[in-house]
C-alpha cells in the first residue's frame, strides 16, 4: 500500500504557485526523500498532508484515506523551524504534546523518560526549553516527533543544529523505526544523507515534479560516467584531453563528468605522463548532487 498519494496537487498563494499539479506516491515503510532548492514547494507539500495547507486543486491520500484531521494522530511531524515552548520545562512538555497525540499523561511521561535516556539529555528533565543549546532542543523536538509512535514521520531537516554524532544517532533511530514498519519522508539538503538512507526521491523544483522514483534505478539510468580520482601533483591532465564535462574538485580528491563515449583510460594515460600520482581512480555513478544541481540547472535554465 501506498502511504502517501498526491494526485495533480496545486496550491498558490495570490499570484505565486508554490506547488503545481504535483504527482508522487510514496509506499509504505519507505524512507523517502524529498528534495528541491529553496522555494520549491516542499514544506508547502509536507504542510498539506498535516492539513496545515489545503490544497487548491487535486487530491492527497494518507495512508489509505483521504487526507484530514483523523489521520493527524498517526503522523509525526518534525518543522524545520523550532515548535517548542521555550518557557516550559522538557519533561513536562514532552509529556503535553505526547497526551495531544492521545497518549495518557503517564504513558507520555513514561515514554518521554525513556527516549531523554537514549538521547543523553535525562538530566535536562527537569531544565526550560530556552536553557537547552539548539541541537539539544533539535532532540527535544525529535522526541516529540516520535513519542506517539506515529505510521508516518515526516521531517523536515532533521539534523538542524546536530553535531555529526547526534546526526548518526537521530539518521540510525531513523532506520530502526523504518525496521518496525513506520514511513519516514525526509527533507533536507544534505545529499550524502539522502544517497546513504533513502529508497526512492522525488526533487521537486518551482512545485513541479522534475525527477522521481527508486533512488537506486535513477542513478543507475546515468550509469558509470563519472571518475572519482585521488591523487597528488598538478590538475593540468583534466582539461588537457578535453574529455571531461565537468570538473568538481575537493582539495586532492576531484569527481569528473564524462563526455559521452570517452574513454576514461586516456585522462589516466595523462596523469601518468604528466608524473601525476594516483591513489585512486575509479569509475561510478554521479552522486546524486551532480544529479540535482543538473535537473535543477535544466528547469531554471
Known amino acids: 500500500m501506498d502511504a ?27 524512507v523517502f526523500g524529498l ?6 514547494g516542499k514544506t508547502t507539500s509536507l504542510r498539506m498532508i498535516m492539513q496545515v495547507l489545503i490544497p487548491d486543486e487535486g487530491s492527497i491520500h494518507v495512508l489509505g484515506e483521504p487526507a484530514s484531521e483523523r489521520s493527524q494522530d498517526r503522523i509525526g511531524y518534525l518543522p524545520e523551524e523550532r515548535g517548542l515552548y521555550a518557557k516550559m520545562k522538557v519533561g513536562e512538555h514532552l509529556r503535553f504534546l505526547g497526551a495531544l497525540k492521545g497518549l495518557s499523561e503517564g504513558e507520555a511521561m513514561k515514554r518521554a523518560r525513556s527516549w531523554l535516556e537514549r538521547l543523553e539529555l535525562s538530566e535536562w528533565a ?34 538542524a ?22 514511513t519516514i519522508i525526509l527533507s533536507t539538503h544534505r545529499m550524502e544523507q539522502v544517497e546513504m538512507m533513502c529508497d526512492a526521491i522525488c526533487l521537486v523544483n518551482k512545485g513541479c515534479n ?27 591532465f583534466l582539461e588537457s584531453t578535453g574529455l571531461l ?29 604528466r608524473d601525476v600520482r594516483i591513489s585512486r581512480f575509479e569509475l561510478v555513478e554521479p552522486p546524486l548532487n551532480d544529479i540535482f544541481i543538473e535537473k535543477v540547472g535544466a528547469v531554471s535554465a
Open 4 to 30: 502517501v498519494v498526491f494526485e495533480g496537487v496545486t496550491k498558490r498563494f495570490d499570484t505565486l504557485t508554490a506547488v503545481n499539479h504535483l504527482s508522487l506516491r510514496i509506499r509504505e515503510g519507505a
Open 35 to 40: 528534495l528541491g532548492p529553496n522555494g520549491a
Open 126 to 159: 527537569d531544565k526550560k526549553v530556552q536553557d537547552l543549546s539548539k541541537g539539544m532542543q533539535q532532540k527535544v523536538q525529535f522526541i516529540a516527533t516520535v513519542i506517539h509512535k506515529p505510521a508516518l514521520l515526516i521531517l523536515d531537516e532533521p539534523f
Open 161 to 182: 543544529g546536530l553535531d555529526p554524532v547526534n546526526a548518526s544517532l537521530i539518521k540510525d533511530i531513523m532506520l530502526e523505526l523504518r525496521e518496525q514498519g513506520s
Open 210 to 236: 522534475v525527477l522521481s522514483g527508486e533512488l537506486r534505478a535513477i542513478k543507475q539510468s546515468y550509469g558509470k560516467n563519472t571518475l572519482r580520482i585521488e591523487y597528488s601533483g598538478d590538475d593540468e
Open 245 to 273: 564535462q565537468n570538473v568538481n574538485h575537493f582539495g586532492a580528491v576531484v569527481e569528473a563528468r564524462l563526455k559521452p563515449g570517452a574513454d576514461p583510460q586516456e585522462i589516466l594515460k595523462a596523469a601518468v605522463q
